[in-house]
């Protein structure tokens, strides 16, 4: 006979009082400065531009979202395919991973997109509205195992109702993770919309708006499934508020949110807070480059002390450049009479940027583009510069030519692979660039 898992209700360990969380630590100055970043990006390119950048931080997060559950595969190259094709990103993820996965992605959207209106019409959060989230949510799911007296059993999913069953869970190592008790959920839910609507969580920074109210959902655990999916838009509407921009966590960033979950899960909540700033950081330059730089590329006439995992990584990221300026120099709309080409330049290692970090390449990615009518000749090019103080946040970073304006990495972002996270920063990053490039372009052929 099956174990009954309402056994373990008394196991269960509410989730910390929010003034708990307000006295963790956050880097404002780190957030202050790529928070203004962003504005000023979104000031600078205003109008459809801006919309098109939070379609596509909304379209990141939903595709991944359902692969962390295991609901089908995202790896990066899904990602920056779906966030890079937003128009028709439907037939790229149906393409790669078939219609129900297609399905998910949308319920997925529909639900930021549902986080995305409560923020920026400063909705008040209500029960209703987290189990009307819910059914958004998991609307292409049917079924969800359950855990009965007898066994486990495939029943029909109660979208959008609290769970009539214990959801506990069994871990690796054969113990149990026990959340809210069937009797002990409308309580537990109930101080969290309370706790939601108090002035402390008003006047808290919004990443830990966002962590406090994702742990105590998943504490809880209130549905009978889809409970991860729900907690990451109901937190991404205070970021989406804060910022426009949603929670994006990516399958291979898993193990270290799981890790930090349970942390905070033992009253360590420290840990949980950093990871959601780190992920919130990555939005803020992520988006900060989707808005610079969006829309198609047109050309149209009228001594070394650096660890060696950081250089490894450094000399990683700068092919993974190199690679990304000719995939969107093939992608480049071009006149007759213009030559776009992508090539290296020679530069002296060890050449320092302004936090002091080095170079260790000789040879730099560059773009170019020449008009031989005119003698016109026109570059950008790329260094990836590398930390060599030890506990730099950010030891590597890529810098455009004049070694400022860059998009910074912290080391397990690129080591010992590059992440879903900054294969989408890079590429947002260098089609920033160069659309300042075609610009230039197109201003001088004008002129002349």
């Not at 898993?254 to 942390?263: G, Q």
């Not at 060696?308 to 480049?332: G, H, P, T, W, Y």
């Not at 080591?415 to 300042?436: C, D, F, G, I, N």
């Amino acid at each position: 006979m099956a174990n009954d898992h309402s056994t373990y209700d008394a196991d269960y360990v509410p989730y910390r009082d929010l003034h708990d969380w307000v006295s963790t630590r956050i880097e404002e100055g780190v957030w202050d400065r790529y928070a203004q970043r962003l504005r000023e990006a979104r000031l600078d390119s205003a109008g459809p531009e801006t919309k098109g950048e939070v379609v596509k931080s909304l379209l990141a997060a939903a595709v991944n979202t359902g692969a962390i559950e295991g609901l089908h595969n995202a790896d990066r190259g899904l990602t920056l395919t779906v966030v890079e094709h937003a128009v028709d990103w439907e037939k790229h993820v149906r393409a790669a991973e078939g219609e129900d996965a297609e399905a998910h992605v949308r319920a997925g959207l529909e639900a930021f997109d549902m986080a995305l209106d409560a923020a920026t019409k400063y909705q008040e959060i209500s029960e209703v509205w987290i189990r009307q989230l819910h059914e958004v949510a998991c609307a292409a799911q049917d079924a969800a195992i359950v855990v009965t007296p007898v066994g486990m059993q495939s029943q029909t999913f109660a979208k959008g109702h609290y769970k009539a069953l214990p959801n506990h869970v069994e871990q690796v190592d054969g113990s149990i993770h026990a959340y809210a008790p069937v009797d002990e959920v409308p309580i537990q839910m109930r101080r969290l919309v309370e706790s939601m609507r108090s002035p402390s969580f008003d006047g808290a920074h919004p990443v830990i708006q966002t962590a406090f109210v994702h742990h105590a959902f998943t504490n809880v655990h209130p549905f009978q499934d889809g409970n991860g999916r729900v907690a990451r838009a109901l937190a991404s509407v205070f970021l989406l508020r804060a910022a426009s921009i949603p929670l994006v966590i990516y399958p291979d960033q898993s193990v270290s949110y799981f890790d930090a979950l349970e942390k905070a899960d033992d009253g360590n909540l420290q840990p949980f807070v950093d990871f959601i700033f780190d992920r919130s950081v990555d939005m803020l330059a992520f988006s900060a480059d989707l808005s610079a730089g969006s829309g198609p590329l047109r050309a149209i006439m009228p001594r070394d002390r650096t660890p060696a995992n950081v250089v490894e990584a450094a000399r990683r990221l700068s092919s993974l450049v190199e690679r990304e300026i000719r995939k969107k120099i093939d992608s480049v709309e071009v006149s007759d009479g213009i030559e776009v080409r992508a090539s290296t330049m020679g530069f002296t290692p060890g050449a320092r940027d302004e936090a002091g970090r080095r170079t260790v390449t000789d040879q730099h990615p560059m773009a170019e583009v020449v008009v031989s009518e005119y003698g016109l000749s026109l570059n950008r090019w790329f260094a990836v510069f590398a930390g060599v103080e030890d506990g730099m946040r950010f030891p590597i970073a890529l810098c455009r030519e004049a070694r400022e304006d860059c998009v910074e990495f912290r080391l397990e972002e690129v080591h010992p692979e590059v992440t879903t996270a900054a294969t989408l920063k890079l590429s947002a990053y260098v089609q920033r660039v160069l659309a300042e490039l075609f610009q230039e372009l197109n201003d001088e052929l004008e002129r002349r």
